[in-house]
């Protein structure tokens, strides 16, 4: 039973080489998940190494990593964060109590309390996956850096990126097991 | 399974760190019991229409739940946005229910500048413009009425400015913007370029940016391209003073002294040529010139540019033939906002020319000459031809290639009291039109302005002149969404709908896949607010020009032009846009080459430069530099922001709230007058300009990525207007310091890059 709900395994895959950091992406969330103003599920983050001129820069588009070993799952004492499909980690808001033991023990930062009181965070828009589209991020991305989709599923695009691109994942050393890449 | 859901939490709690360590939790179990919260954002009806926060235009889709625009997401249908949106597009949402917007007609009641105002009814308002502007047109003629304009809703306006009279309709888009750049390109090539830009970025392997940051100056399907490109392995060249985030992501990256792109320019044209690494059978069949070219390049080596550019000469070549190594598909970008230093379009020139000898005009990867669909006007009444001289100008033949009036100019007309009926015309030099806000430099006053939808506070150099020019008018009427400054200065204020509330005309640009696109209402208007057509034919009606008007409705209007285009209106209404035939764009695609020049070839050698009495070929011209302690002020633009008039906008500002002051490392360390505790990041600070203007308060962003001789901020804070309540006191605003501007003696283009500043201490 278990091993049937989860031979999906949802990712995402960003493209740092095409990234802009335009922000789009957490705009189209903040829109289709209906979040408050100052509230997000998604940011960007950009790295500069070297002095000037010798200079690098990666920017990446960053979320709720999905973790395959979620210390939110794990830390949370009421069960309401859970694995859903594709192992993607959400929250059942009528089970959380907004205690932020989740907040703590999350390395990626990606959740926030809601100020319903719930805590909150990216669900790769499992309830628009669910009818065939891409998450609001990935369907807005100008530059198409978003990828989504099942990395065990060896035909999907995502799948593929990670077949013949580099990439890498950040914060390894949590040891988590993250499901976003980040292309390089 | 027998565990009720409380039990079930229960255990969950306890066995938590069992399953933790084996890698799975029981709360896998637990799947089917949860439901995966669904934000139900889809609208319950979704509207196609296209979008204003910028002036690229890109099809929306917009989500409308319960009367409430829900969420605006690109229209995959549109040939622009391909389904895909940037931030400031999605965020229109933010505009429609700003808090802030302007809500009724307003009347000024107190000094001019002092933002008091009375509402009023619209027709009281209509009323009293249509008077004022009457009395005008009595007293002085149509012509001392001016109207300033930005965006596709001002069409409606210059049709009633047309019809009243007066030839003084002038967009900073043409002077503060793309004005050099599109005589540079007509003069050598035959055409501009236009909106969107005629370039093929997509298929280009090759692209090179000057002083161009896409990707943060957001043009949607220029940024889209550009990730396609590099997706396909094209490279980049970007020369800019700051590491852009296309620098970023450059081959080569060179931060360039500010105000010596020519010289760069000229020394890769002068690689170019002396390894033959240009496109001799293009040139020898298209162009004109090419001998003189070379002999003026000959000497421009690297080793000459060198150090006027702070470029080194093996970065100039190795540059210079990845640029030739990739022709024809070697785009060299012509930027946008172009208006830099004054000598703006014989920098252009040198872009034009350059992309000339690699052959990418017409060529796939690099210019192309798409078309448009046909969309016949409606048959009203048509306004006369204009025989007035405008009034932007003193002599009618000074800069003599501009194409368009000039804001500047107008502004200089407000300011004179009576007509200059004498005097020597000026030269056409440089120095001569350097300062240019003195009184009787116009050829006749201007009495009246019209405002729509642009802040001249911030959209025009020198801001207290706007303000000295305003004082010197009879009437100023704005038409416009927000409290902007330029709003706080005008007599009458006419709250217009946003793009999200009115129909507005159809739009049909050339571009490679030809489209018609339909701009319609998707909710009805907030508050009081009209639609620009609305408002255009009140005026009208009062002003006895109704028959220019002579319809019930846009929706007439739209409808007959798409049907007499042959097109389905109905399917227009459902889908936002239609799509043309995709002609051949590029040599490659079968097209024959053609140039309007005068000598219906490419002009390396500009004779009408030459005859007008201008360099026929460009040349380098060094610029003032910053003298010790001050640097020079740039500014662009973010990704989530079009100017000020979307700094307001609370969900656009989420992501970018202020801007901030960019400073090299090195160059904060050494400030004057921060020696006991060097300047930080996030530390607030003033800017004082050469002529001793102070900005308010701005951030410090103390950074590697821009050189040591000039600071950069984005443009459009530093919000004075206390109607915007969310971005009043945010950031600064560049314009207040961008006091001193070059004007382009061939077209009136206003250079402000040409600003200096000092960096203090915000005092507490």
Redesign the interface.
Known sequence: M?FN??KKRYAMAV?T??C?????C???C?????LP??D?RSW?AAE?R????N?????RSERCEQCS?APC???????A?????GGVV????D?CTGCKACIAACPYEARYIHPDGYADKC?FC??RT?KGLQP?CA???????LTFGDVNEPASDIARLLRTRQWKQIHTEAGTKPNLYFLT | MAFTRRDFIRIGAVAGGVTAASGLTTNWWDLQAHTIPDPKTDGDRVVPTFCEMCFWKCGVLAHVKNGRVTKIVGNPAHPLSKGRLCPRGEAGIGMLYDPDRLKTPLIRRGKRGAQVFEPVSWSAALDETAKRMDAIRTKYGPEAFALFFHGWGASWFTRLMQAYGTPNLAEPAYAQCMGPREGAFALTFGQGLGSPESIDIENARCITLIGSHLGENMHNTQVQEMATAIGRGAQLVVVDPRFSVAASKAKYWLPIKPGTDTALLLAWMNVIIAEKRYDADYIGKYATGFEQLAKHVADKTPEWAYPITGIKPDAIRDSARLIAASRPASLIHPGRHTTWYGDDTQRLRAVAILSALLGSWGRRGGYILPSAMELPQYPAKKPEKQTHPAADRPQPNLYPLSEDALTCGLRDAAMIRQQVTTGKPPTPDASNIRNQAAAGTAPYPVKGWMVYATDLMQSLPAPKQTEKAIQQLDFIVSVDILPSEIVGWSDIVLPESTYLERFDNVWAPAYKEPFIALRQPVVEPMYESKPGWWIARELASRLGLGDYFQWKDPLEVVRWRVEAAGQSFTKLRLQGVVTGQRLPVAEEEGLALSFDTPSKKIELVSGTLASAGFDPLPNYTPHTQPPDGMFRLLFGRAPSHTFGRTTNNRLAASVFAENELWINTVAAKSLSGFEDKPLKSGQSIVLENQDGVRSTPIKAKVTERIRGDCVYMVHGWGHASKGLTFAKGRGASDSELVTKFETDPIMGGTGMNVNFVRVLRAEA
């Open positions: 278990r709900l989860f493209d080489r095409k802009v950091g335009c922000s789009a957490v705009i189209a903040k829109e289709e998940n209906g103003l100052n997000f960007v500069t070297g002095t000037f001129p200079l690098a820069m990666e920017i070993d799952v794990t830390n949370c004492p009421t069960g964060s859970f694995y859903a499909e959400v929250v059942d808001r089970l669900t499992l309830h669910a609001a369907a807005t991305c100008p530059t198409q850096s």
